[in-house]
């Protein structure tokens, strides 16, 4: 069984620019969760794609976008960057979606780091 | 969202019992008490979770007070590789998609 992976590892942008993320979820797993971690803070909710659909979205602005594929991996869009969006970002598979999710695990990657410059 | 609390840090010796405390006085009858924690330069891991009964599993017990107000994290015999970030998370599903808030968690270190 594949754990979540995400690419790239480490990436370094200007302010202004745009950057994608990837993820993929653990086998099996239709719902896929965002967080950002600043440094030396717990991760913070962005959002959750449950079987391609955005499910729920934390106090993130709309410069932060995502998408899920039919076969469940995810991608994490940010515009315009700033310099506080250097962060680690992680993300979060899960088995099941909706109510039940409360009573589920979620399987976090290693995270993306990104350095804004 | 309901909120927990827990101390800043703890420390423990190796092959030592670890209790981990958390106050959650504004828990709803709905919410899962979950515990993840976060090894240095990893993304958190799932260690577990449980409602009203005490839950046991290969990495830790869950011990739950009866009003569920506070509950205990217990690591048997900590060991070297136990030393991280512990977060006592609500986790209710439902309308809240079972998005994890994150506090700042304890810090847990391991001495030799």
């Known amino acids: 069984e594949t754990g979540v992976t995400q690419s790239p590892t480490h990436l370094i942008k200007t302010r202004g620019q745009q950057v994608t993320l990837r993820c993929s979820s653990q086998?099996?797993?239709?719902?896929v969760s965002w967080y950002q971690q600043a440094l030396g803070q717990g991760p913070q909710f962005i959002f959750q794609?449950?079987?391609?659909?955005?499910?729920g979205r934390g106090n993130f602005p709309p410069r932060f976008s995502g998408l899920q594929f039919p076969n469940y991996s995810s991608e994490l869009n940010v515009n315009a960057l700033e310099l506080d969006d250097s962060a680690l970002y992680l993300c979060?598979?899960?088995?099941?979606?909706?109510?039940?999710?409360?009573?589920?695990?979620?399987?976090f990657g290693p995270g993306t780091r990104l350095t804004v410059l | 969202d309901a909120k927990t609390t827990q101390p800043n840090s703890m420390e423990s010796n190796e092959e030592e019992p670890v209790h981990l405390p958390c106050n959650h006085s504004?828990?709803?009858?709905?919410?899962?008490i979950h515990w993840y924690r976060q090894l240095p330069s990893q993304g958190p891991e799932y260690v577990i979770h449980?409602?009203?009964s005490n839950v046991n599993n290969r990495m830790a017990s869950l011990a739950i007070a009866e009003d569920r107000k506070s509950s205990t994290l217990i690591l048997h015999r900590a060991t070297l590789r136990d030393a991280a970030v512990y977060y006592c998370?609500?986790?209710?599903?439902?309308?809240?998609?079972?998005?994890?808030?994150f506090g700042q968690g304890t810090i847990l270190t391991v001495h030799p």
């Open positions: 504004t828990i709803s009858g709905t919410d899962y």
């Open positions: 449980g409602l009203t």
């Open positions: 998370i609500l986790n209710a599903g439902g309308t809240s998609y079972g998005k994890l808030t």
């Open positions: 086998s099996g797993h239709n719902t």
């Open positions: 794609y449950y079987r391609e659909e955005e499910n």
């Open positions: 979060a598979s899960s088995g099941r979606g909706g109510w039940e999710l409360g009573a589920n695990e979620q399987f």
